[in-house]
């Protein structure tokens, strides 16, 4: 090509330490290993020896005492001779998890959306309109508006309505939102890990939220054969347990901590891969694996009703595509007027960030 020299490529520099380049696989596999740093440990030797992921002259002590060093692993095993993961380490592994679904955040980034309201706010932006009548003149934009009147010239500056500008606001509401997340034995079957993403995306969320949203609120329910609440710093440690699917359990426990939040806007989000499979029936378990019972279905419908005369919708995310399950989350939609997403593992965050700031922007 005429006047274009190639040269060879020279890769960019990588001034980091070994330690830094390590350290995401690391967070990566603490992730896939529920936070058992042993076995991240052991996997990072065995990548070691296929890939050659330690460089000459770093070894695995190495990188053990910089993780000490650095606050990221604690001194003193715990009962049963687990190494602990420090607080730092849980804060890493949440940024991590919004790095990776939803890019690095900036404070001008697109995402940061409260009710689209204008008048009296709480955040100004940086957009600008003309002044209408019924704007309030702390509203207006003085050197936007005299740059406007200059135009004319400024022999004989007169600032007309036509020359006022007005900055525009956002009302910021509080929302609460309660995760649900499905830790049934189904989300590790058929060799399919399912937990990790619904795990990071939980972590990404609470990240998001801390960031973005300060005024809201996001509490975490876990269900199984029953259902409980966990704490952010719990999120790295979830597993799949051998239960059945107690969907009812974890609407009531949502609901129950929504009642407490004495905000207007609340809202469940759902994470599941199954059909509601268990519920309590006489102070004992009633449970049933093969196809839809009717009896939970009834339950599990009659729950959504709940919500949506306590005004909590519920948005599912159906991470399978078994037609019968697609039928019931569309009835249970119905009931609950809410919404529902069918998707994949791998677009699950980025729909579940989509529904987030989609949901805040219509609050």
């Keep these: 090509m005429l006047g274009v020299r190639f040269s060879r490529y020279i890769p960019p520099r990588d001034d980091r330490t070994p330690f830094e380049r390590l350290l995401p696989l690391f967070l990566e596999l603490l992730t896939h290993t529920s936070g ?17 992921v330690f460089p000459e002259g770093y070894s695995m002590k190495d990188f053990r ?21 420090t607080g730092k380490a849980e804060q890493l592994l949440r940024q991590r ?21 204008t008048g009296r706010g709480d955040e100004p932006t940086s957009d600008r309109r003309g002044f209408r009548f ?11 508006s005299i740059r406007n009147a200059q135009q004319r ?16 606001t956002e009302h910021k509401s ?37 960031r973005r949203y300060p005024k809201d609120t996001l509490d975490i329910v876990v269900f199984g054969n029953d259902a409980w609440q966990v704490s952010l710093k719990d999120l790295p440690y979830l597993q799949v347990g051998p239960y059945h699917t107690n969907t009812v359990a974890g609407l009531e426990l949502a609901m129950d901590i929504l009642r407490r939040r004495k905000v207007r806007e609340r ?3 759902m994470i599941t891969d199954g059909k509601p499979s268990c519920i309590r029936k006489d102070g004992d378990y009633y449970m049933n694996s093969f196809g839809l019972d009717d009896l939970i279905v009834g339950r599990t419908l009659d729950a959504a009703a709940r919500a949506r005369k306590a005004g909590i919708p519920i948005t599912t995310f159906m991470i399978a595509r078994d037609p019968y399950l697609q039928r019931f989350i569309e009835r ?7 919404r529902a997403f069918y998707t994949g593992l791998k677009g699950l965050a980025d729909m579940v960030f989509r529904d987030h700031a989609a949901s805040r922007r219509a609050s």
């Design 36 to 52: 058992d740093v042993e076995e991240a440990l052991d996997w990072m030797q065995e990548l070691d020896k296929e890939h050659d």
């Design 65 to 85: 005492d910089d993780l000490r060093k650095h606050g990221i692993i604690g001194d003193r095993p715990r009962k049963g001779g687990r190494t602990p993961l």
């Design 267 to 269: 809202r469940i989000v």
């Design 134 to 144: 019924g704007d309030n003149i702390e509203q207006v934009a003085m050197s936007d």
């Design 174 to 210: 509080a929302c609460a939102t309660v995760l649900m997340i499905d830790i049934s034995h189904s989300m590790i079957l058929y060799g399919e890990d399912r937990i990790t993403p619904a795990k990071k995306v939980a972590m990404a969320l609470a990240e998001l939220i801390k």
């Design 332 to 338: 249970f939609t119905e009931v609950n007027q809410g």
């Design 153 to 168: 010239g400024i022999d004989d500056l007169q600032l007309t309505e036509g020359d006022l500008e007005v900055v525009e």
């Design 97 to 117: 998890a919004l790095e990776q679904v939803f890019g690095k955040l900036k404070r001008s980034d697109v995402g940061d959306h409260g009710v689209r309201r």
